[in-house]
């Protein structure tokens, strides 16, 4: 039986708000110290980038994995490169360089202090920042045996996470579609380096649904999903080199990049230029090349070479021969899923060449690539300007500018048969209390690059045009404010929007950490976008349309650290969406504690929600297993926990296991299809063991 919805909430939710207001009062009854800059962990930065910077799942994902390497390896300010700093999201190149010419000038940092005292860096991003940063002493580099054999580092993660309520695809019953696994989800991870220089890394999954199977001849070596590499950096005029599978990072990522992208309010930072070949292992099954990276120069100049060869998931017209669809689900659960599975091989050969000072930076980079079968996808409109046939090329020139204290950037792309792809931004910074950043981007719908994304709404530089403005003040000590708004249009249907579409994306938030143990975050976000609409018209019946599609939320957060060892954190955040005249709303609440004492971290959230229709749904990033990303979405009625405990066995040996189950209120089912579950409730359990020797 379906529960009212006068029974959803239950009169939790006023408890848990009346908790969040307790807790205020005890942050402003608890006696006055003098101020400090907000302390930010690894975990709350990392929260912060995923919820803030970028637009899509594998973009945060991708966040995740590389900020999570970051805290657990920080960066030496007092010999990294301004390259290697801007690797943290929130250090711009002009950042970096501040940093490099303050120690070049005064010699290495100390303590931390000293950092702050850098004029060009605005304390709140040196706080967020503070996580992946270390200050190393100045020690020359040895590499005497005994120093290399202590440098040697290997370590181990075996995850295994299971859902506790299986949905229907699990089910014996074979006249349905069913899959062919079982339902856990199992991924393991070996990694060495030796002194930062070389490096190994091993990674397998298998997804949920998916089996285990031993077949080289179908390319299956027990797990589903296996990547890996061997790789070589800074030796002499050697920068890197791998051999395995990799990502490219080139310029703005317009022609040659691994994908994951800044979207909408977040695409100002553009003058942050590409890393280069980046060594890959992660759980991502598209986005990343497989052959041999390197790249060779000198602080000045640098040369890239790329060759890759991999097989990529495909649907193939029999009679034809011919590609319809290029799947990136990377699911292969069931027998059709397994029939698209690697069945068309990429051959690709790329290279750029790349000129950097302080300064200035120019690059120029490109690829051209071959597949084994003509592509020619499905007869759609939206379909009309993407790529076909079985050759691809791409090239693009990229430049950035950094002084103080203006910064700008600006990269143009090339594919046959389109006019320019062009992205540009300018972030100017006046003290340390002001900065203005602005960007622009250029997108024709001819534009059909394999292997560019950039930054805007949809994520790849195609068939849309857009400008955004992002101001972000600090007052005073402890205030930081940040408002943003990117307007854009897409001038050929898209998925799901048969016409040409616009629209407005705009956010404002407001922080204040008055105490070193307190911090309030206000966060107000709108958006305003075209769908498509069926209208009825008396001479020609009923044609698509287009109409006005609204989002609008506002959330306010705090967290109240009661010791270094105890914080609480809330939130409160209410959704309404409007589509024409119909409207729905959707209000999410949670109340987390977060513990940290010797050897037991303990992670754990209340979460209620109320949310009338999917399309007010609300996202909100939680704390996962190390490495691993997590962000419901919430719809419906209900309430959530989630339990994550880490223990640390002993030094370089580290457990931990999480616990969480949604409950849903208004319903007797949850899902649809194959992953529909009989019941209201979803449990979930995730393990995994970390061996760092």
């Not at 079982?182 to 949920?208: C, F, H, Q």
């Not at 997108?443 to 994304?453: C, D, I, Q, S, T």
């Not at 579409?501 to 305003?528: H, I, Q």
């Amino acid at each position: 039986m379906t529960c009212p919805r006068s029974m959803t909430m239950g009169g939790y939710p006023a408890v848990t708000l009346r908790i969040i207001i307790f807790t205020g009062c005890l942050a402003w009854c608890r006696p006055p110290m003098a101020f400090s800059q907000h302390v930010w962990t690894a975990a709350a930065s990392i929260e912060r980038a995923v919820e803030t910077l970028v637009a899509d799942e594998d973009a945060a994902e991708h966040m995740v994995q590389r900020l999570s390497f970051l805290a657990e390896n920080p960066i030496d300010v007092n010999s990294a490169e301004p390259g290697e700093m801007e690797e943290i999201p929130w250090i711009l190149r002009a950042h970096a360089t501040a940093i490099v010419s303050r120690r070049e000038r005064y010699g290495p940092f100390s303590v931390w202090e000293e950092l702050e005292e850098v004029d060009a860096i605005p304390l709140d991003v040196l706080s967020l920042a503070r996580p992946f940063l270390r200050i190393g002493k100045s020690n020359p580099p040895t590499t005497s045996v005994g120093a290399v054999r202590r440098s040697i580092r290997v370590g181990v993660i075996q995850r295994v996470t299971r859902r506790l309520d299986l949905g229907r695809g699990y089910s014996p019953d074979t006249s349905r579609t069913t899959y062919e696994g079982g339902p856990a989800r199992v991924y393991s991870r070996l990694e060495a380096s030796v002194n930062d220089w070389l490096t190994l890394a091993i990674a397998a999954e298998k997804d949920p649904g998916e089996r285990f199977a031993w077949s080289p001849a179908e390319r299956r070596y027990g797990y589903d999903h296996v990547v890996g590499h061997v790789a070589a950096a800074d030796v002499g005029m050697l920068q890197t080199l791998v051999v395995g599978d990799f990502t490219p990072e080139f310029g703005h990522g317009l022609s040659l990049s691994r994908g994951g992208s800044l979207g909408g309010t977040g695409a100002t930072r553009v003058e942050k230029l590409g890393s280069g070949i980046r060594r890959f292992a992660s759980t991502a099954e598209t986005g990343y090349l497989r052959g041999v990276g390197l790249s060779i120069g000198g602080a000045r100049l640098r040369l890239h070479f790329l060759n890759s060869r991999r097989r990529l998931d495909a649907t193939i017209d029999e009679a034809s021969g011919v590609v319809t669809s290029i799947a990136e689900s990377g699911l292969h659960r069931t027998s059709s899923e397994l029939s698209r599975r690697q069945r068309i091989r990429e051959d690709l050969v790329a290279g750029a060449v790349e000129w950097r000072s302080d300064v200035f930076s120019l690059g120029v980079a490109g690829y051209s690539s071959r597949l084994s079968r003509p592509v020619d996808l499905e007869n759609d409109t939206f379909n009309r300007f993407a790529f076909s046939g079985d050759r691809a090329a791409s090239a693009s020139i990229y430049a950035r500018l950094s002084t103080s204290p203006i910064a700008a950037g600006v990269e143009s792309a090339l594919v046959s048969g389109s006019r320019p792809a062009i992205a540009a931004s300018a972030t100017a910074q006046f003290g340390r209390s002001v900065e203005l950043a602005v960007a622009t981007r250029s997108f024709p719908k001819e534009f059909a690059a394999l292997h560019g994304f950039g930054p805007g709404q949809s994520g790849r530089p195609q068939n849309e045009f857009g400008a955004s403005v992002a101001l972000l003040l600090t007052p005073s000590r402890g205030w930081s404010i940040t408002a943003a708004v990117d307007q854009y249009r897409f001038p050929w249907p898209r998925f799901g929007v048969a016409l040409p579409s616009s629209g407005v994306e705009a956010f404002v938030r407001a922080e204040y950490s008055p105490r070193r143990w307190l911090r309030l975050r206000l966060t107000r976000r709108s958006e305003s976008r075209e769908r498509t609409a069926t209208v009825h018209n008396s001479s020609v019946g009923t044609i698509d349309g287009i109409r006005d599609e609204v989002r609008k939320s506002v959330r306010l957060d705090l967290t109240f650290s009661f010791s270094s060892h105890l914080a609480l954190f809330g939130r409160v955040e209410a959704v309404r969406h409007t589509t024409g005249s119909n409207s729905t709303r959707g209000f999410l609440l949670y109340e987390g504690m977060q513990y940290d004492r010797g050897a037991i971290k303990l992670d754990a959230r209340l979460t209620f929600f109320d949310v009338k229709d999917f399309d007010a749904r609300v996202y909100a990033y939680e704390r996962d297993l190390r490495y691993a990303f997590a962000a419901p979405a919430y719809s419906g009625a209900g309430r959530r926990y989630h339990l994550l405990v880490t223990y640390s066995v002993r030094s370089g040996v580290t457990l931990q296991c999480k616990f969480s189950s949604t409950q849903y209120l208004d319903t007797d089912t949850v899902g649809s299809g194959t992953e529909e579950i009989s019941g209201n409730t979803v449990r979930e359990l995730r393990t995994q063991l970390v061996l760092r020797i």
